[in-house]
């Protein structure tokens, strides 16, 4: 479910020519939360999507598809004839077996002109008996006609409506859609290498497709419209809208005499405003271009088709539009090449679609707003994920459709989980690692898993990301930061640690940044945080540290995040990394190992509140210690500090 009604209503009040100010912010974060609702609420409508599959997804692979569709925008019907051209994946295939719903009449079944036999009943199939036993890699064609009344599932995969008093019937097929106006396999296993569509309307009428518009010609009082596309496209994606659509084209050069054809379809009463808001799309696929490669389809067309729908859907080659805000034409476009080019392999992997494009929504902030949308855009969507404390990327309940099309998780965070990436293994390699992922064979033009991703992104850049999908991929929640600093003569010296926000998670080993105002000037200090407590240095000469922060530029997800600056003259351990406390995180009680020396212990809270206690060896209780971070000061005998640790107390 593409449409992003989250994006185009909340990312038109980026556009808007004001700065938000918190208020506004915390508004414009309530309405996300409700729109994510009503979002999760119709995609549920799909009872079916759960782990649904053609039951003959595997037996056969479809080559080549004919379409010839007869629509009238005022008649709520369709009449169709479709030749699939195929080979058999196994060596005995009999049937050749269709979705299709039960509500649509099969008239024939034929190959060249012979009558072949098939069952249609009750179950949502058509199937095909191919009359001979096929071997594995036999070519055979067959051609199935059919009409009726499409059934109204309440969505909207074929729907009819009116703009300003003109009929519309447009389709709307993700993810099962199809079989309820043409008989296909809606899988994600197989997509149809190549097709024509022929469209026959009635006068007066435009027919949006996919692919590339050949031409129109005149037959009997009605247009036929022929649509040819040369790409692999998997069938949710195969769309049609009809109505009086007015025409235009804009262009994105990419020499002075090489361009992409960007054709609208749009309503008549509509045309000289959306006229305007489409040159955004230019922009936006000239940066996508630079971005993530030359659009897929360069040779036949990118478009739009105005639609009733709110929201929008990225069918291939022509997006269908509910409005012309900036982000949904960010997000649609971008499903160009992440959703379609390249398809989640599965729908509880929709974050290969739909955190690619929300994040890529966000990457036209950070390369076209002159004002602090990228900075907005980084806080509003990590805010959305961290509204609660946990939920993962990967969807761990595949029979909850509003878990899988989950706006925090599927599209938030793993918007923000790209982010991530991109901090841990740079620029150059992030986007390279995108076109690797783009480009080859065996992702291009067909289906990607999580950990396709994951490996292209580990050649390029050599760090293993095993932990980091474990954590933030499978794992749930965020970290919260606690750190400690102090100057030691010309050295300043930070401890980090961490307590999560889900058990699921430990430990987020990640690159923190700090940002530090050295004699006021910010400098940049990354501390690669793998365990509690961690000490780090840096030489900062007679240098003045004035203040810090963490991770001021939002490329990790944490909260409540706390800096305390440590007395330094309570601080010259002995013996510092002689001493371990456990547990740590803790909530009942800890221990000291070893004990070598240890006359008494100081609990510090981050206020500076301190609890002392003699110590020779044994559990400490913390009754009566708040959840948080503390230090733990070890002392011998002579009061003299042998070492510092840090402590984090949890909710039992
Ligand atoms: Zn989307």
Redesign the pocket.
């Known amino acids: 479910m ?3 009604n989250i994006l185009a209503l909340t990312l038109l009040s980026f556009f808007f020519p004001i700065l938000l100010t918190a208020q506004e912010d915390y508004t414009y974060l309530s309405e996300l939360e409700e729109i994510i609702c009503k979002e999760q609420e119709s995609a549920s409508r799909f009872d079916e999507i759960r782990d649904y599959r053609n039951p003959a997804s595997d037996q056969s692979d479809i080559h080549y598809q004919v379409m010839r569709w007869e629509i009238d925008p005022a008649q709520y019907y369709i009449s169709g004839e479709i030749t699939y051209y195929f080979r058999s994946r196994t060596d005995h295939l009999t049937e050749l077996i269709l979705d299709l719903s039960d509500a649509l009449q099969v008239n024939s079944v034929e190959r060249h002109g012979t009558p072949l036999s098939f069952t249609h009943t009750d179950d949502q199939l058509l199937t095909i008996d191919l009359g001979k036993d096929l071997l594995t890699d036999d070519y055979d064609t067959l051609t199935v006609t059919y009409e009726g009344a499409p059934p109204s599932n309440g969505f909207g995969s074929f729907s009819q409506g009116t703009h300003a008093g003109s009929p519309i019937i447009c389709t709307l097929s993700e993810p099962y859609g199809c079989r309820d106006w043409w008989p296909g396999k809606q899988d994600l296993v197989d997509k149809i290498d190549s097709t024509d569509i022929y469209i026959t309307t009635p006068t007066g009428q435009r027919a949006a497709g996919n692919g590339k518009l050949m031409h129109i010609t005149e037959q009997d009082g009605m247009l036929i419209h022929h649509w040819q596309h040369r790409y692999p496209i998997v069938a949710y994606l195969v769309a049609v809208a009809v109505t009086n659509y007015e025409a235009y084209s804009d262009f994105v050069y990419l020499t002075e005499d090489d361009s992409i054809e960007i054709l609208n379809y749009v309503y008549p009463e509509n045309l000289e405003e959306i006229k305007v808001a489409t040159q955004s799309s230019i922009d936006i696929m000239t940066l996508f271009n630079e971005l993530v490669g030359i659009y897929p389809y360069a040779d036949e067309k990118y478009g739009h088709a105005q639609f009733g729908w709110g929201g929008g859907i ?1 069918h291939q080659t022509m997006s269908f539009m509910g409005n012309f805000s900036f982000g949904l034409q960010a ?2 476009m971008a ?1 160009q090449w992440f ?1 379609d080019k390249v398809t989640c392999g599965s729908w509880t992997e929709i974050w290969l ?2 955190g690619f ?1 929300t994040y890529l929504t966000g990457l036209t902030f950070e390369n076209f707003s002159t004002n602090n949308y990228w900075p907005l855009w980084k806080s509003s969507t990590s805010n959305s994920v961290m509204s609660q404390p946990g939920g993962s990327v990967f969807v761990d309940d595949t029979t909850s459709v509003g878990r899988i099309f989950n706006g925090r998780l599927s599209y938030n965070k793993g918007a923000y989980l790209l982010h991530m990436l991109r901090w841990i293994v740079g620029d150059e390699d992030f986007f390279a690692s995108l076109r690797d992922y783009l480009e080859t064979p065996g992702t291009a033009f067909a289906f990607a898993k999580t950990e396709q991703l994951q490996a292209f992104l580990e050649n390029r850049s050599g760090i293993d990301l095993d932990e980091f999908f474990q954590d933030w991929y499978y794992g749930q929640g965020y970290p919260s930061y606690d750190l400690q600093w102090t100057v030691e003569t010309d050295s300043l010296v930070m401890w980090l640690s961490q307590s999560t926000s889900h058990t699921s998670v430990s430990f987020f080993e990640m690159p923190v940044p700090i940002s530090v105002q050295l004699d006021g000037t910010p400098t940049l200090f990354v501390l690669p945080h793998s365990e509690q407590n961690q000490r780090f240095a840096f030489f900062v000469g007679d240098a003045s540290v004035d203040s810090m922060d963490i991770d001021p530029d939002l490329w990790i997800l944490s909260k409540d995040n706390t800096i305390t600056e440590l007395m330094t003259s309570v601080f010259d351990p002995i013996d510092q990394d002689k001493y371990k406390v456990f547990p740590n995180p803790a909530h009942a009680y800890i221990e000291i190992v070893p004990v070598d020396n240890i006359a008494s212990i100081t609990i510090v809270d981050v206020l500076g509140q301190q609890h002392r206690y003699d110590y020779s060896g044994g559990m400490i209780s913390l009754n009566g210690l708040t959840p948080g971070f503390f230090k733990i000061l070890l002392s011998n005998s002579e009061e003299r500090i042998l070492s510092i640790q840090s402590l984090v107390v949890v909710k039992p």
């Open positions: 593409n449409t992003k990225e997000h649609e499903h959703g679609n739909e494009a």
